[in-house]
């Protein structure tokens, strides 16, 4: 309670203090803990007693929010569509998230720019087919992942987070085999690996994967740039312990004269680490 009145409290008036933004950055950790936690059982508690809270800060009210605010708020929605939500109760929060994601995907603050990246991957995740601002959603990250020095620097994080919001949106959000999605299958796989941020990057490998093992043909079609991004990320923190055993194993499992096949149009590099795994 003491948190939400002194949080109201900076939202009315907007006084810039030190341990009002503090308290929010730990109410953001403690609430991102819940959700973890508590999964779908927090969202009715959440929505009914925080979500006025944070609603605000988002600026969805029309009034003029600080960065250092919309930040953490941005964060908590993303966590509780991550986490928390059902498909029903997803539809409560993404129309009017989305549109908020999506404005600050454009926003010259990089750490917003991040956090809405990732917020877009979220809504389309939450939603799957129900999400129908794929397109719109895909045009907002594209702009992200193609803006001159996107892989660059303190840019490249939010980028890899766009990159991994467009595989997010290409898994759940697409008829699977469609040309729609092989378009942006293969628009997300030239962007791949992704390496500034580490979580997204073990996220979008292990979308990778899944395609693989689900037989995406537009992923079989690609097989030696597939195994040539496994590769590269294979002995690394870029994939999860598991993420790394799944593409293992599709190399091993491979049909010889698929193998073979693919084999031939592998780089010199992807060979020496693949053919330590099978010898071809």
């Known amino acids: 309670m003491c948190a939400q009145v002194c949080v109201c409290i900076y939202v009315n008036t907007y006084t810039l203090c030190s341990c009002v933004d503090c308290l929010i950055q730990s109410l953001y950790a403690v609430v991102g803990q819940v959700c973890k936690n508590c999964r779908e059982s927090y969202f009715v508690p959440f929505t009914k007693t925080l979500l006025p809270v944070f609603k605000p800060l988002l600026g969805h009210s029309g009034a003029a ?18 986490y928390c939500s059902t498909l029903a109760q997803a539809s409560l929060y993404v129309p009017w998230f989305f549109p908020i994601v999506k404005k600050l995907c454009k926003s010259e603050n990089v750490d917003l720019r991040h956090s809405a990246a990732f917020g877009v991957g979220s809504c389309a995740k939450a939603l799957g087919p129900m999400f129908r601002e794929a397109k719109a959603a895909l045009e907002t990250l594209t702009a992200i992942i193609r803006a001159p020095g996107s892989r660059e620097g303190e840019d490249e994080p ?7 919001s467009v595989g997010k949106i290409c898994r759940y959000s697409l008829e699977k085999d469609s040309k729609m999605q092989e378009g942006v299958f293969n628009f997300w796989l030239s962007c791949l ?11 979008a490998h ?37 993420t790394k055993e799944q ?24 060979r020496q680490i693949l053919g330590v795994v099978r010898a071809i």
């Open 65 to 82: 929010v600080p960065d250092g605010l919309v930040l953490p708020a941005m964060c908590i929605i993303d966590d509780v569509l991550e």
């Open 158 to 164: 939010a980028t890899d987070d766009a990159i991994s």
């Open 206 to 242: 292990a979308n990778l994967v899944y395609f693989v093992r689900e037989e995406n043909k537009w992923a079989l079609n690609k097989l030696p740039q597939v195994l040539t991004i496994f590769a590269q990320v294979l002995n690394s923190e870029l994939v999860l312990p598991e």
């Open 247 to 270: 593409m293992v194993a599709i190399w091993q499992a491979l049909p010889a004269p698929v193998a073979v096949n693919v084999w031939a149009n592998l780089r010199p590099e992807a």
């Open 193 to 203: 690996p992704l390496k500034a941020d580490v979580e997204e990057a073990q996220v």
